[in-house]
T-cell receptor, first 112, second 117 residues
Framework: NAGVTQTPKFRVLKTGQSMTLLCAQD?????MYWYRQDPGMGLRLIHY???????AKGEVPDGYNVSRLKKQNFLLGLESAAPSQTSVYFC???????????FGPGTRLTVL | GESVGLHLPTLSVQEGDNSIINCAYS??????FIWYKQESGKGPQFIID?????DKRQGQRVTVLLNKTVKHLSLQIAATQPGDSAVYFC????????????????FGQGTTLQVKP
């Protein structure tokens, strides 16, 4: 089993460009999350989903959109990238345990 | 507002010694407190959690202590090994009253544990 995978692993964008980050999971988990991690800071929740077809805002949702059309996939979109969105993005899933989240390997995004 | 913070950004210990990583929190209403480990270039990995009505919980080579009086959480690692070198995050899970647990976690800034051979 692959667990949680993220594509791409690295990406460089110019200001104003758009892109979509894909998170895929094969654990049949209902809950999925998108975080960003900046140097010297912990992870901050961008958006999350409690099941197929649902999404909700997290702590720092501005500038991002998400979709959960299929249970196994959670997409994070940047419509018009800004340098402030340079970060490492992590996707995570949650099974029955309230506190154990399973993280993907991350996507390093640089916006010039 | 809510915040979870760690006392020291970096902790250096000798292999075989015990490590203690500390964390302070401000939200007394959290249901659970959790520790995650993040190795270089990887996503965080769950280590252990403790419910807010407990003082201590033990796992394999790890112990988490919760002092609600001073709002302090610590992670103790016994006989620290080179493989323990990582960034350690404390986090809290607060469930709004009457709602289901969505698993929204609030993470602290992290402490880097360096293990010297």
């Amino acid at each position: 089993n692959a667990g949680v995978t993220q594509t791409p692993k690295f990406r460089v964008l110019k200001t104003g460009q758009s892109m979509t980050l894909l998170c895929a999971q094969d654990m049949n988990h209902e809950y999925m999350y998108w975080y960003r991690q900046d140097p010297g800071m912990g992870l901050r929740l961008i958006h999350y989903s409690v099941g197929e077809g649902t999404t909700a805002k997290g702590e720092v949702p501005d500038g991002y959109n998400v979709s959960r059309l299929k249970k196994q996939n959670f997409l994070l979109g940047l419509e018009s990238a800004a340098p402030s969105q340079t970060s490492v993005y992590f996707c995570a899933t949650r099974g029955r345990g309230w506190n154990e989240q399973f993280f993907g390997p991350g996507t390093r995004l640089t916006v010039l | 507002g809510e915040s979870v913070g760690l006392h020291l950004p970096t902790l250096s210990v000798q292999e075989g010694d015990n490590s203690i990583i500390n964390c302070a929190y401000s939200n007394s209403a959290s249901d659970y407190f959790i520790w995650y480990k993040q190795e270089s270039g990887k996503g965080p990995q769950f280590i252990i959690d403790i419910r807010s009505n407990m003082d201590k919980r033990q796992g394999q080579r790890v112990t988490v202590l919760l002092n609600k009086t001073v709002k302090h959480l610590s992670l103790q690692i016994a006989a620290t090994q080179p493989g323990d070198s990582a960034v350690y995050f404390c986090a809290e899970n607060k469930r709004p009253w009457g709602s289901s647990n969505t698993g929204k976690l609030i993470f602290g800034q992290g402490t880097t544990l360096q293990v010297k051979p």
